[in-house]
Structure formats: C-alpha cells, structure tokens
C-alpha cells in the first residue's frame, strides 16, 4: 500500500485532499492520471451495463435528497455505526472494528458504551439555516433509480426485466475512514438497479453474481484474486434479502469490492402509496406521503406488481485501487536495474500512447510528431500526449510507471527516409518500425482490441 501511496502522489493519479492545508481525513483528489483512470474504469462499466445491452437505462440524478426519501427508505433510522470513545486520548473509533476491547491509538481499555452514529450528512435548504428544512447527501445512488423508477417507465416504456444504471458521488460521515481510497467519507458508486418479476429474482440474482465477476476480470483483476461471500442472514441490510459480496485481495487485506443485493419489492414499496401488491416485509416501511404506485401493470391478468429488484453495487474507488494493485509491478532487467511498470489493460490506461520526438529542438521532427499526435487523438481512442522531453530513455520509463502500452518515437529516418517510426511496446519493451500510414490501424488494433 506505501508504495501505491507514494505513486498516486508522484505521477499524479491522487492526492490527500486540502493537502497544503494538513490535509482532510478520509478525503481524496484525484490527479492528471487518476482522473483518466477513474474515468475509464467509469466508462468500461457504462459500456458493459448500457450500451452492450438492449435492457439497462441509464441516470443521473440530483446528490441533494429529500429527507423523506431516506427516511422512507429505512436510512434515517438504520444507516448508522457503532461508536465508541476512548476516555484516555478522546479518539473516536467503530466498535465492530476493534479486533480487542481496547483503543488503537493508546491502547486504553477505558471505552465508552458504544452508541448508534448516524453516518448521512445533513444540509440546510433556503436562506436561513435554523434547523427546520434540511436535506442529506445522498448516502448511495440507488434511492433516486426507485424514486425515478415511474418516470423512467412512463418516458421508455420498459416492462421487467429491465435495468436503471447510475454513476455518482456519494457521501458517508465514516467513523474511521482508511487504507487510502478504499474507506472514505466522499465517495463514487457505480450501481445498477435490475428489475425483475416477483419469483425470478433469486435466478437473476446468481446470473448477476456471475457477469460481475466476469467484468472485473475483464478489467485486470485475476478471478483466483476474487471470493464469493455470502453475508449470513444476522448481518444482512435492512432492505435485503440475500446479498454476495465480491470479495478481493487489497493490500490491506480481503475486502469487499462490490455487493449484488436482491433488495425483493422492499424499495418501491417504500416509497409506493398503494400496498395491496407489497410483500409484507416492504409493507413495513411503506410510505404515507407519496402519491405514485411504483408498480407494473400485467397486460393480461391487469394486476399491478411490484418488481422485485437485483443490484450490482460497486464503488468506484475501491476499483481503482484494485486495478492499480493489479497493475503495479517491479521488474529486473537484465542490465541489474529495475524498472516499475504499471500493467493496465490497454482500455484502462489513463495515457494510451505517447509520442516522443527524438530532437527536440529539431523543427521537422518536432512538427511531424505534432501531426501524429493530432492523428492518433481524432481515433477517439482516449488520451494521446506529445512529451517533448528529449530523453527517449527516460520517457520510456516513466511511461512504464504510469501505465502507457504504447510509445511512438519520431526521429530522422521518420522525416528524411521512410516515414516510418518506432513503436515500443510497454510490457515486453520490443520496438518495431511502422509505416506512418499505418500506425493509426496499427495503434486502434492494440488499444481497442
């Protein structure tokens, strides 16, 4: 984990937040390259629910959410941790983390009862803050799918099984945020709600498990590198059924990745005026102030029916982190150095190829590289840079570092004899000429696949 750390920092993929300022606990930035990261791991998710399926929606809704929403949902009266105090130094930690009854910053047994902590942040709403119109920060994305789920329906005339996606931000008040982006308070989920007939759920729920396993290997992750856990019913939320956690290997240890939840009709239930069609669990929440019918109508039998819902819910940070554990490697070359590569599957990378001009205070081949550049980047590939550094050596291998499959040098015999350059590959470091008109098929057949 130090050495991920001390990467983020130094070649820009994240920062301690207000870092000048001491920093702020539990609160990340991310740089040039982590933002490309982010972005992409982001997109081959959007890829893979909507755009490569006939079934999923997409939305993004408001972070601000009405208080009745959460209250409805179950949050406000259950989405809390057990706190306790430490009397000694007055550090605050989550009592289900403490492996012994003592305290981990001085070692005093001398705790408090532990005590719910409500972990949403509030807001105020309009001009005068005094307490009486307040709204949260939404705690996940999945309450406005549910909430949105008529006009979702009404605007796409989708029946089940059918899905609304959403990426978003998300923010939890963490007792003890930690283990770098893998726990803290300001957050990026990558969620999918799957709506499905009552009765088809648990089916739908293990294809679910599946696909989601499927993806992350998709994006670099080894499936040995992955658990399957089933959390036992005690300790299941209150708004599940069943859940299975995808678990994986940090480097702090094994943790969740992602979570598939089959959440029954317990959602739109809640948030639904009409109980006639609920199950009775969902009766128990089931909203007073709403005026909609969350519900399909069957067009044979003409009964109104609450799907039941199946959600994949990954967060997008402790993605990131899992990928770059992955990726990151130290290498022994044969020359007694070592070099540190970052291994991303090409889609991931935040750079996909840069272009490195041999002289660079010679015009023709800093204007020829200029021009590659400009043509690879309208492939709509992602990232290209043009690095004007100097030092072919060097450029090599700090592109290693950050991750970049492919780098394309320009030098003489590029402009004076055969409009050709040398494209060097990231992990086997083989260098191959090609043909300038060519490289645009040859690059778009590495990087996309």
């Not at 492919?406 to 000429?433: G, P």
Request: include cysteine; proline fraction near 5%; hydrophobic fraction near 35%.
């Amino acid at each position: 984990m130090e050495e991920l750390v001390a990467l983020s920092k130094r070649r820009g993929f994240v920062f301690q937040s207000a870092d000048i300022y001491g920093g702020l606990q539990g609160i990340y930035d991310y740089g040039p390259l982590g933002v490309e990261l982010k972005n992409n791991l982001k997109a081959a998710w959007w890829r893979a629910m909507v755009y490569e399926r006939d079934d999923i929606e997409g939305l993004d809704a408001a972070i601000i959410t009405n208080q009745k929403i959460l209250r409805y949902s179950g949050h406000e009266a259950t989405f809390s941790d057990p706190l306790v105090d430490c009397r000694n130094c007055k550090s605050r930690w989550r009592a289900d983390h403490l492996k012994e009854a003592k305290c981990p910053g001085c070692g005093s047994k001398d705790l408090t009862e532990p005590r719910p902590f409500n972990l949403m942040f509030k807001t105020g709403i309009g001009p005068v803050d005094d307490g009486s119109s307040f709204a949260y920060l939404r705690p996940e994305t999945a309450q406005a799918i549910f909430t949105n789920f008529k006009n979702v329906v009404d605007s796409t005339s989708r029946r089940p099984p059918f899905g609304i996606a959403q990426i978003g931000k998300a923010f939890r008040n963490e007792i003890t945020p930690r283990n770098f982006v893998f726990r803290v308070r300001e957050f990026e989920q990558m969620e999918l709600e799957f709506f499905v007939p009552p009765g088809t759920d648990e089916e739908w729920h293990r294809t679910w498990v599946e696909a989601r396993l499927d993806w992350w290997v998709q994006q670099g992750v080894p499936r040995d590198r992955l658990e399957l856990y089933y959390v036992p019913e005690k300790d299941l939320s209150h708004y599940s059924k069943a859940t299975v956690d995808v678990m994986y290997r940090f480097p702090h240890g094994l943790e969740e990745l992602e979570g598939i939840a089959n959440r029954t009709d317990f959602d739109l239930g809640s948030h639904s005026k009409n109980q006639d069609e609920l199950s009775l669990r969902a009766k128990v929440m089931a909203n007073v102030d709403s005026n909609t019918r969350l519900a399909i109508q069957d067009i044979e039998s003409k009964k109104w029916v609450v799907p039941y819902v199946i959600e994949p819910s990954a967060g997008v940070d402790r993605g990131v982190l899992a990928v770059m554990n992955e990726a990151y490697r130290v290498e022994k070359l044969e020359n007694g150095t070592e070099r540190i590569v970052m291994g991303f599957k090409p889609h991931l990378a935040p750079i996909k190829v840069a272009v490195l001009p041999l002289k660079r205070n010679h015009e023709g081949i800093m204007n020829k590289a200029v021009a590659i550049k400009q043509m690879l980047q309208k492939l709509g590939l992602g990232r290209i840079l043009f690095e004007d550094t100097g030092n072919i050596g060097k450029g090599y291998r700090r592109h290693d570092e950050v991750g970049t499959p492919l780098c394309v040098t320009v030098d003489f015999d590029t402009i004076e004899k055969d409009d050709t350059v040398t494209v060097r590959d990231r992990d086997s470091m083989q260098q191959e000429r090609i043909a300038v008109s060519g490289l645009s098929a040859y690059v778009t057949n590495r990087i996309a696949g």
